[in-house]
């Protein structure tokens, strides 16, 4: 790889960079970020190239579409691609009345589940409010999955999302509010399920696309690749252990890594050593070489991490490295990867 590239975003007829700013950290997820180094985030990210920005409501209850409108404001809107997210409903209220975990410090806004027409209408009301946008690129319906409401619940919250965002969706990109839609989860039979009820231009996937995990290249992947339904990865370092190794308190979708993800996690890194090749760099660029994906978001919170990041992402990697990883059974056979 050769630094942030363009590509295209599936079959929405607009490019996008294949990487993103992640709005999470500046939503001060489990930690605050003073305003200026949120600031300086956003300003850094831009001048390395940087054009395409994922926010949601859920991220600081507001904070993060704030800021983030805030330090795009005086950016040209033909300039950059920006996603946010329906699922939830924002409502001021008193900070004394508000649980903001895992945010901190959040914004004066209650937030509450709510996959219905209505919902789905305030919702993106008050992103464009916050935001200071007229219209917005990609809306994805967010967190109605196993993870985020258990396996009973899940059930109800689809069918609620497809009787309520998905038509409230299906209108708004008629209408030109928004230009593409589509899920952000983090559990793949959910997508596989989302995209067989309706027509999507682009899935969120959390996680289950990386270096660790190519389930998705079963079904998901190719069903995205005939629809031409554009994939960005989120959580691509599996919540921590393709960014610090296999060390001790390691963390696997962010909680303890289990003992054979760590045995996994080191068999891999013994291979990265032999060529000398950062495990974060190689499970970064692993991420793009799918056909269907257009760009990863990976969270950085400080600018030590930021350029870490575009570090990683431009560092070479010769093809015999992926050619070991696959002869170790470390990588499926068919999985693309970059060369």
Same mark, same amino acid.
């Not at 001060?28 to 054009?51: C, T, Y």
């Given at each position: 790889?050769?630094?942030? #590239?363009?590509?295209?975003?599936?079959?929405?007829?607009?490019?996008?960079?294949?990487?993103?700013?992640? #709005?999470?950290?500046?939503?001060?997820? &489990?930690? +605050?970020?003073?305003?200026?180094?949120?600031?300086?985030?956003?300003?850094?990210?831009? =001048?390395?190239?940087?054009?395409?920005?994922?926010?949601?409501?859920?991220?600081?209850? #507001?904070?993060?579409?704030?800021?983030?409108?805030?330090?795009?404001?005086?950016?040209?809107?033909?300039?950059?691609?920006?996603?946010?997210?329906?699922?939830?409903? %924002? $409502?001021?209220?008193?900070?004394?009345?508000?649980?903001?975990?895992?945010?901190?410090?959040?914004?004066?806004?209650?937030?509450?589940?709510?996959?219905?027409?209505?919902?789905?209408?305030?919702?993106? =009301?008050?992103?464009?409010?916050?935001?200071?946008? =007229?219209? !917005?690129?990609?809306?994805?319906?967010?967190? +109605?999955?196993?993870?985020?409401?258990?396996?009973?619940?899940?059930?109800?919250?689809? $069918?609620?999302?497809?009787?309520?965002?998905?038509?409230?969706?299906?209108?708004?990109?008629?209408?030109?509010?928004?230009?593409?839609?589509?899920?952000?989860?983090?559990? &793949?039979?959910?997508?596989?399920?989302?995209?067989?009820?309706?027509?999507?231009?682009?899935?969120?996937?959390?996680?289950?696309?990386? &270096?660790?995990?190519?389930?998705?290249?079963?079904?998901?992947?190719?069903?995205?690749?005939?629809?031409?339904?554009?994939?960005?990865?989120?959580?691509?370092?599996?919540? #921590?252990?393709?960014?610090?190794?296999?060390? *001790?308190?390691?963390?696997?979708?962010?909680?303890?890594? *289990?003992?054979?993800? &760590?045995?996994?996690?080191?068999?891999? =890194?013994? !291979?990265?050593?032999?060529?000398?090749?950062? %495990?974060?760099?190689?499970?970064?660029?692993?991420? %793009?070489?799918?056909?269907?994906?257009?760009?990863?978001?990976?969270?950085?919170?400080?600018?030590?991490?930021?350029?870490?990041?575009?570090?990683?992402?431009?560092?070479?990697?010769?093809?015999?490295?992926?050619?070991?990883?696959?002869?170790?059974?470390?990588?499926?056979?068919?999985?693309?990867?970059?060369?």
């Amino acid at each position: 790889m050769n630094g942030i #590239g363009i590509r295209k975003f599936g079959r929405l007829g607009f490019d996008v960079t294949d990487m993103g700013f992640g #709005g999470a950290p500046i939503g001060n997820f &489990l930690k +605050p970020i003073p305003e200026d180094q949120a600031g300086s985030l956003v300003g850094r990210a831009w =001048e390395a190239g940087v054009r395409y920005f994922d926010t949601a409501p859920f991220y600081g209850h #507001g904070l993060s579409e704030l800021r983030l409108g805030h330090y795009l404001r005086d950016k040209p809107r033909d300039q950059f691609v920006l996603s946010t997210k329906v699922g939830r409903v %924002l $409502r001021p209220a008193r900070r004394s009345e508000i649980s903001f975990a895992p945010w901190v410090n959040g914004a004066p806004f209650s937030c509450s589940f709510d996959y219905s027409y209505d919902g789905t209408m305030r919702s993106l =009301e008050g992103s464009l409010h916050r935001l200071g946008l =007229e219209y !917005i690129d990609v809306l994805f319906i967010h967190d +109605p999955d196993v993870f985020t409401h258990g396996v009973e619940q899940q059930k109800v919250r689809f $069918r609620e999302a497809m009787e309520g965002c998905y038509r409230a969706l299906t209108r708004m990109r008629e209408e030109g509010v928004v230009r593409g839609i589509g899920v952000g989860v983090n559990d &793949l039979q959910v997508m596989v399920d989302f995209m067989r009820s309706g027509d999507f231009d682009a899935l969120l996937v959390a996680g289950r696309y990386t &270096l660790l995990e190519q389930d998705a290249l079963t079904e998901l992947l190719p069903l995205c690749e005939q629809r031409g339904t554009a994939i960005v990865i989120g959580g691509g370092l599996n919540g #921590g252990i393709l960014a610090t190794g296999a060390v *001790p308190g390691a963390k696997w979708n962010y909680a303890p890594a *289990p003992t054979g993800i &760590l045995e996994r996690v080191s068999r891999i =890194e013994a !291979i990265c050593r032999r060529h000398r090749v950062p %495990l974060p760099a190689a499970a970064l660029q692993f991420l %793009l070489a799918h056909p269907a994906i257009s760009s990863h978001i990976p969270g950085t919170r400080t600018l030590e991490q930021l350029e870490q990041v575009l570090a990683l992402v431009s560092h070479p990697i010769e093809p015999a490295f992926w050619e070991d990883l696959k002869a170790a059974g470390l990588l499926r056979k068919d999985a693309p990867v970059p060369h």
